[in-house]
């Protein structure tokens, strides 16, 4: 059985920062591209960064670029989230999520949340204003 959990959220004031982790089990972990997803009410869901199978490539999406750095541990089976000048449009359910192998390019990222077959149960960041 496929785990993803994720851990660090909670609630900061603006310009502050939080780190969110992602433990996998169950999983070849570094056969996968995985991304923080995140999801906010009334809005659609976004890739907010992903990472590569073996970390070379790694994607951003432009509202959270120089702000946000994701990384992964492989010898940990492990995802990271450092997320620094948060706003309150961060405000969000952050998910971890492994790309699905139904698209045969499961090692790669796309900012396409649909094709993440593999997610935790996500982590609340709360951004007060």
């Known amino acids: 059985e496929v785990q993803m959990v994720e851990s660090g959220g909670g609630t900061v004031p603006a310009g502050g920062s939080l780190r969110l982790s992602c433990i996998v089990s169950?999983?070849?972990?570094?056969?996968?591209?995985i991304a923080w997803i995140r999801q906010s009410p009334g809005k659609e869901r976004e890739v907010v960064s992903c990472?590569?199978?073996?970390?070379?490539?790694?994607t951003y999406a432009d509202s959270v670029r120089f702000r946000f750095t994701t990384s992964r541990d492989n010898a940990k089976d492990t995802l990271y989230l450092q997320m620094n000048s948060l706003k309150s449009e961060d405000t969000a359910m952050y998910y971890c999520?492994?790309?699905?192998?139904?698209?045969?390019?499961?090692?790669?990222?796309?900012?396409?949340?649909?094709?993440?077959?593999?997610w935790g149960r996500g982590t609340q960041v709360t951004v007060s204003s």
């Open positions: 169950g999983l070849n972990f570094d056969r996968y591209a």
């Open positions: 990472v590569s199978r073996i970390g070379v490539d790694y």
């Open positions: 999520a492994a790309r699905s192998e139904s698209s045969g390019y499961q090692e790669f990222c796309t900012d396409r949340w649909s094709e993440y077959g593999y």
